[in-house]
């Protein structure tokens, strides 16, 4: 197994550095993606970073983007949250259906079953990327949600 390519990638997407295409490394093209969501309040990082065919999404918030602030309904940040998601998801030039692993953090277990009912609508018909499910003290903006992800995309049927 060649894990050279692979091990320069992770220590440049650690570092934040970018990387050119057709580096002699053998390292794919990095691509920042952002899809307009709410950044001044938050860190300076991107959306997700795509590399090759695999997408890093960043840790999404339910932020309404009208206010900056987290809902007081969590249902709505869960929307919100997913929602951003998705944006990035597709900003990247991929689906929802191309997820194939997503972390979510709640700082309450009581409200897993309200991320639930959400997260379901994202995923119609088919199975869900594999997924964790951790408890935070607190999270940023005092959001009671946040996700990271990481999406690939697979071969398109031609019809």
Avoid: W
């Avoid at 998705?86 to 953090?105: E, I, K, N, Q």
């Avoid at 903006?141 to 071969?155: C, D, I, N, S, T």
């Amino acid at each position: 197994m060649k894990s050279g390519p692979l091990l320069l990638t992770l220590l440049v997407l650690a570092l934040g550095l970018p990387l050119a295409q057709g580096a002699a490394s053998g390292a794919a093209e990095l691509r920042y993606v952002a899809h307009g969501g709410v950044l001044a309040a938050g860190p300076p990082v991107a959306d997700g970073v795509r590399t090759g065919n695999t997408l890093y999404l960043a840790g999404h918030l339910g932020i309404d983007p009208c206010t900056g602030q987290v809902p007081v309904d969590r249902g709505t940040e869960a929307r919100l949250l997913m929602e951003s998601v998705r944006r990035t998801v597709l900003a990247a030039g991929l689906r929802m259906d191309d997820l194939v692993s997503v972390t979510v953090f709640s700082t309450d277990p009581a409200l897993n079953e309200t991320f639930d009912a959400v997260y379901r609508s994202y995923f119609h018909g088919r199975s869900y990327p594999a997924r964790g499910f951790v408890g935070a003290s607190s999270l940023q903006q005092g959001a009671h949600f946040e996700v990271l992800g990481v999406a690939v995309e697979r071969p398109r049927l031609q019809l």
